[in-house]
């Protein structure tokens, strides 16, 4: 029966991620952008419902940037969050649609990089100081219009159940603008019980981790809002990646409890191991 279940759940996520493509590329570019954010949030619902995948969100985001991703006033808001799944994009934009500061190997994911490319996401090679240059123009550019910026700061995926170091870079234009930072914790549950299945880690493949999310029991995500940076105006990038890791890992160890991991900069091989399946 978890076969059956999983292939029809598969296939029908696969099917809408091609209509999802074509909306993408054809009705999105002309829509206005309260329009766009409610694409934005509309159509990664439906994903995540196909692939049978619950999503609520807990804490508190303003009702203009939970319905359309936009600010009632400049500066637009930056949320910072960790990094588990190909379906975190889909989570967030779910509940808080965004442009996406992504690495640039996402966007040669098969059909969701298409669609990945054609929303908007800001792609990144984190590995040429110039390209962080530009990029940090392009979040300063959709922070003074209004628009909701995410990052996900620790540069790659985990389990979900640690946070690597988050890197600042993307920290700056915020500052220099004074916007908001809210750091985000996603978390997937199978059963009501905090799961790595649907991380997308280790050596699994995207379709591997697809087939890993539609087999799960029961699957659920939820999007903290936890407490957001204000004045960040006054603060250094430095400073304010510091309080949303404090804010981060203690929300992990919250939801994880003695499952939590506190990462050691020195084990990152470890993530090199197939994702587990609980």
């Known amino acids: ?108 994911w098969p059909i969701f990089g298409l669609i990945a490319q054609a929303i908007g996401t800001l792609f990144i090679n984190r590995s040429s100081k110039r390209a962080i240059l530009k990029i940090n123009d392009d979040i300063s550019g959709a922070l003074a219009q209004k628009e909701t910026v995410m990052v996900f700061a620790e540069g790659t995926t985990t389990f979900g159940n640690e946070l690597l170091p988050i890197r600042t870079n993307f920290l700056q234009p915020a500052c220099e603008i004074g916007a908001t930072v809210q750091p985000v914790i996603l978390c997937y549950t199978s059963k009501g019980v905090p799961s790595k299945q649907a991380a997308f880690s280790g050596d699994v493949s995207l379709f591997g981790s697809l087939w890993n999310v539609v087999t799960m029991e029961d699957a659920a995500v939820t999007v903290h809002f936890l407490e957001p940076i204000k004045d960040t105006a006054n603060l250094s990038r430095h400073q304010v990646g510091e309080l949303c890791q404090e804010r981060m890992q203690l929300k992990l160890k919250e939801l994880w409890g003695e499952n939590y991991v506190a990462h050691d900069p020195n084990a990152d091989s470890a993530l090199a191991k197939v994702i587990s399946k609980g």
């Not at 029809?8 to 999802?20: E, G, P, Q, T």
């Not at 999105?28 to 990664?44: H, S």
């Not at 994903?47 to 508190?60: D, I, P, Q």
Request: proline share 5%.
């Open 1 to 108: 029966m978890k076969t059956i279940v999983g292939s029809y759940r598969f296939l029908r996520v696969l099917f809408y991620a091609l209509v999802v493509l074509i909306v993408a590329y054809t009705s999105f570019p002309r829509a206005d952008r309260k329009t766009k954010g409610k694409m934005l949030q509309y159509y990664p619902r439906r994903v995540l419902e196909l692939a049978g995948v619950k999503c609520s969100f807990t804490g508190n985001v303003p009702e203009s940037i939970h319905q359309y991703g936009l600010s009632e006033e400049a500066p637009g808001v930056m949320l910072v969050s960790n990094h588990v799944s190909w379906l975190d994009i889909f989570s967030l934009d779910s509940q808080a649609p965004s442009r996406f500061i992504a690495k640039a190997e996402i966007a040669k």
